[in-house]
């Protein structure tokens, strides 16, 4: 099963995955402008798109797990993963800036004021760092340090999860079942990181 996967992955360009991934922008924009989000279509669509970040967050987070324990290789997508989610948590931070909130000055007020917005704040200027250098000419000008630069996908996906438990009101089952899985998901790194600590 693993070996047929991988045959039809390795047929598949990496611009086609960001064209399939990018295809819920126009429709939610749509849906938007169409009461297709209901009667808060900003913050629905606000929602939206960061919620799908954190899917796409979570989806890089398996490209390792599935290689190590199912023989399952999607390492040649991880970036296009990686740069996705970026993409999607920048419109998060667009519709929340431009469209929510509209003024700078509220939008700092939020940022220093409301503890999810701040920590969803930090995990944005940390992925910051890893989009710019999510390209080939990164890779070899950095060498061994590009590799320790992108551990700082692991805060920010603790980071997103507790913006989004946060966010939400009351007791949501969605949120906490994100941060379950991206725990697990780490926890599956520790033996491995142990191993590159201790040598």
Request: with cysteine.
């Amino acid at each position: 099963m693993a070996d047929r996967i991988n045959q039809v992955a390795r047929k598949v360009p990496t611009w086609a995955v960001y064209i399939v991934s990018l295809i819920p922008v126009p429709v939610l924009l749509y849906m938007a402008q169409t009461g297709g989000l209901g009667r808060e279509p900003i913050g629905a669509l606000e929602h939206k798109l960061g919620e799908i970040a954190l899917q796409l967050v979570i989806v890089g987070l398996c490209i390792s797990p599935l290689r190590r324990f199912a023989g399952v290789n999607l390492i040649r997508f991880r970036r296009a993963v990686g740069v996705l989610a970026f993409i999607y948590v920048l419109l998060h931070l667009l519709v929340w800036a431009v469209l929510d909130v509209q003024t700078l000055d509220r939008v700092i007020a939020d940022v220093i004021k409301r503890p999810y917005i701040t920590i969803g704040m930090a995990a944005f200027v940390l992925m910051v760092p890893l989009a710019l250098t999510s390209n080939n000419m990164s890779v070899r000008w950095l060498g061994p340090v590009w590799r320790r630069l992108h551990l700082l996908t692991y805060p920010i996906a603790i980071l997103a999860s507790v913006h989004f438990i946060w966010l939400s009101k009351g007791f949501q089952l969605e949120p906490l079942v994100y941060l379950s899985v991206i725990l697990g998901l780490l926890a599956l790194r520790v033996p491995a990181l142990v191993k590159k600590v201790a040598a």
